[in-house]
């Protein structure tokens, strides 16, 4: 899932962001995350203290530097671009 995720920012071109969740997921650890919602909750619950450290200042980072990558402009670009990908009827 995180890979896919990392893939769609990158295709709308950007890759800051991109990076920013790369960075938040390694922060994570791969084998802490789950599809299942209450697995995940419980593996976030047993983290330790640094990772919500490390997460605020990615939080930060991505709110400091938003203006850079407009993500929302990015998609609608993106589905213009790709517009017979998407069905609107």
Known sequence: MQEKILE???KIGAPKTANIIAKAIGLF????????IKKRQ????KLDEKVF????????????DEQEEDI????????RNN???FDYK
């Not at 650890?29 to 299942?36: P, R």
């Not at 450290?53 to 400091?64: A, K, P, Q, T, V």
């Open 8 to 10: 769609a920012y990158k």
């Open 29 to 36: 650890g791969v084998n802490n995350y789950y599809d299942d």
């Open 42 to 45: 419980k593996a976030i619950e």
């Open 53 to 64: 450290s490390g997460w605020e200042d990615l939080d930060e980072i991505f709110f400091n």
């Open 72 to 79: 929302v402009a990015l998609i609608v670009t993106y589905i």
């Open 83 to 85: 517009e017979k990908y």
